[in-house]
């Protein structure tokens, strides 16, 4: 289901009426603009499904034990979700090998670590679109699927080169099937902070790191040679969020977050409050602090406007339930939010 | 925007400058947001561009219009999306208005270039 269309709807409606175009013409833009009503409403049905589902008691019947992977090619445009590649794990293109066998590996990670089957915890299948227009220089997840674009390889590479990149993007959905996090204001900060707290916990389950050695670096690996050579060497520093090495430096303190802010920008605090608590406590970011964050997102259901000293105190409530035996576990998580304010 | 509030539409009538009266038959575009935050306060990456009003369509001129006249529905803003603020100047003075990539014009969307600073 794509949400992105090349021409605005508004715009295929004036072109269906406009007289001084051919009639086959104006017919096709009448008939497109007709689909792209019809899947806008799909999809926000498909949001209010998702919302009482994640409601209900018992859980929806899983459409499988462990997701299946996709992998479409959009040979460098723009429509979603592009050609399918039978065999992504075999190709010889790098990205289409490389975003499956990551993805591959998001699922094991969110399964093995935190019990949890996909993206909506039913077997979604995870899908996913390479080479995404031209040169693009994002990644993102549009509500149904991920994409990635190629980087214009000065300030950018493939933006597939990223692990955290593709745990970033998966774990938009996972809150979006969730929390059910609003993008904007306190509660797109946190979601975007959730999304940078699984990316490198995922990062470094793969190296098998500990909190101390890792970087906590989000995008490292996508940073083109013109970035480098101007000493930029992440897009955000999770342990260092104003560092002047981050493509975009944040803020530290919760009360330097005010309403209205950019989501990657608000996420500061919080992504700093997650490092220092992991670091605090030692050990491996997903043992035991990356559990508390997993249960305080997929425990409660849906808290779309949830403000970041919620959050926090959620934290902390989970920290006592789950390691109440570890007091040193609900030091760390307050240590890690006093660090930022909260 | 040193505050970082880079959220919603704003129509900014100040005193236009002379010489952005001159202006009034182009567009200045800045592209947001992305996975890497373009154009944030701590940013370092910027992406600007201008359009003609002269070099786009007429059903691309009318989008725009219907943009900065509110006629066009705006989706809820999705996940690392690009988002779009738009300047235009008229009689009245300066107008800014942001939107998200689904609803801006390929026109407008290819015209920035990615800078860093």
């Known amino acids: ?342 | 925007m040193p505050d970082g509030k880079l959220w919603g539409c704003s129509d900014r009538n100040a005193e236009v400058a002379p010489e952005r009266n001159q202006r009034v038959d182009r567009l200045e575009i800045e592209r947001l947001g992305g996975l890497a935050g373009f154009g944030g306060p701590g940013s370092r990456i910027k992406s600007k561009g201008e359009v003609a009003l002269a070099d786009l369509s007429a059903a691309d001129r009318q989008a725009v219009a219907d943009l900065f006249d509110k006629k066009t529905s705006i989706p809820p803003p999705k996940p690392d999306a690009f988002r779009y603020r738009i300047t235009r100047q008229t009689a009245e003075g300066t107008q800014t208005i942001e939107a998200p990539e689904d609803i801006v014009p390929p026109a407008l969307r290819d015209s920035v270039r990615d800078t860093l600073e």
């Open chain 1, 1 to 342: 289901m794509c949400t992105c269309f090349i021409v605005p709807r508004d715009i295929l409606t004036k072109l269906a009426q406009d007289p001084l175009l051919p009639p086959e013409i104006r017919k096709a833009a009448a008939d497109t603009a007709r689909i792209a009503h019809e899947i806008r409403l799909l999809r926000i049905q498909a949001l209010r499904l998702t919302s009482v589902a994640s409601m209900l008691e018992t859980p929806v019947s899983a459409l499988a034990a462990a997701p299946a992977v996709t992998v479409y090619d959009c040979k460098h445009t723009q429509t979603l979700p592009g050609t399918p590649l039978g065999s992504p794990e075999g190709t010889e293109d790098d990205s289409a090998r490389r975003t499956y066998e990551e993805t591959t590996k998001v699922a094991k990670f969110y399964k093995d670590v935190f019990g949890r089957n996909s993206i909506d915890n039913g077997g979604m299948t995870m899908m996913s679109s390479i080479h995404y227009g031209n040169r693009f220089n994002n990644a993102m997840w549009n509500g149904s699927q991920m994409l990635y674009g190629d980087g214009d390889n000065s300030i950018f590479i493939d933006f597939t080169k990223g692990n955290d990149v593709i745990g970033h993007e998966l774990t938009h959905g996972v809150t979006q099937h969730s929390l059910q996090l609003e993008y904007r204001d306190d509660a797109g900060g946190l979601n975007e902070s959730l999304s940078d707290c699984f990316g490198s916990m995922f990062r470094q389950w793969e190296k098998n790191q500990d909190s101390a050695s890792a970087d906590w670096l989000i995008g490292s690996d996508i940073m083109g040679p013109t970035a480098r050579g101007r000493n930029i060497t992440c897009l955000r520093d999770m342990a260092d969020p104003a560092g002047a090495h981050c493509l975009a430096a944040q803020p530290t303190q919760y009360s330097q977050v005010t309403p209205g802010m950019d989501p990657h920008y608000s996420s500061g605090p919080p992504n700093l409050a997650f490092c220092t608590a992991c670091k605090t406590l030692g050990g491996k970011s997903w043992e035991k602090i990356g559990q508390v964050w997993y249960r305080s997102l997929t425990g409660f259901g849906p808290s779309p406007e949830m403000k970041m000293p919620d959050f926090a105190n959620r934290t902390r409530q989970v920290a006592s339930q789950m390691f109440g035996g570890t007091p040193a576990v609900g030091g760390a998580v307050d240590a890690g939010w006093k660090a930022v304010g909260l």
